[in-house]
């Protein structure tokens, strides 16, 4: 069975510009999360979908974030204009839509660097 | 205050030796409680759940004190494959919410 897949593995990007970072859950995975480590910090959670639906987007920073699951399949989270304080490493997790213990499961992550 | 908190190390061991990771969490209500390990560059993966009763996956021990809000995993017979980071990791379970909160990670290296 595939894992949950990230592209790019790496974005460089100059201030001010967009990037786009695409998530394919698990197939069959209902719940879509966004987490972001961002340098000699923990990982955190930026916002959760139950198919096509914000279920909470709580951990989302500011505005300038845009997360979408179109059709309840794969999500795309688009940061536009992008900081330099946006450079992390960007996961993405899946999990079953009734999952005895919330396990999720987790992308290869896509590295952004703004510059 | 941060919602999970570990002791980041490093903790430096020679094969064989046993170690012990600790970590503290802030919600009382937290219902789902795991340690993730994730390698250098890596995405994190599970290593295992932690239950009320404590768990055990071969040299692996795990245990939760809810009382205490205390998590612990204990690695005995250490191999150099061990070597990695890990990750406390508290959920909210609740019907609709599924975040995860991180601890920031606990770096062992097993040395030969």
């Given at each position: ?115 | ?32 409680f ?16 932690v239950y009320s ?10 245990q939760l004190n809810r009382?205490?809000?205390?998590i ?41």
């Amino acid at each position: 069975e595939a894992g949950v897949t990230q592209f790019p593995s790496h974005s460089v990007i100059e201030k001010g510009q967009t990037v786009t970072l695409r998530c394919d859950p698990i197939s069959g995975h209902d719940n879509l999360y966004w987490y972001r480590r961002v340098m000699g910090k923990e990982i955190k959670f930026l916002l959760h979908f139950v198919k096509e639906s914000k279920q909470d987007e709580s951990g989302m920073p500011n505005n300038r974030f845009l997360a979408e699951r179109t059709g309840g399949t794969y999500s795309t989270l688009k940061v536009q204009p992008a900081e330099l304080e946006d450079s992390g490493v960007y996961f993405c997790a899946s999990s079953q839509r009734r999952t005895a213990n919330n396990e999720q499961f987790f992308g290869p992550g896509t590295r952004l660097t703004v510059l | 205050r941060k919602e999970v908190e570990q002791d980041p190390g490093p903790f430096n061991v020679p094969e064989g030796a046993t170690v012990a990771f600790n970590c503290t969490y802030s919600n009382s209500a937290s219902q789902s409680f795991f340690w993730y390990r994730q390698d250098c560059r890596k995405e994190p993966k599970l290593l295992m759940s932690v239950y009320s009763s404590g768990n055990e996956d071969g040299r692996f021990t795990a245990q939760l004190n809810r009382a205490s809000q205390y998590i612990s995993l204990l690695i005995r017979d250490s191999k150099l494959s061990d070597s990695a980071t890990y990750l406390c990791v508290v959920g909210d379970r609740g019907s609709t919410l599924g975040r995860l909160y991180f601890g920031r990670g606990t770096q062992l290296t097993v040395w030969p």
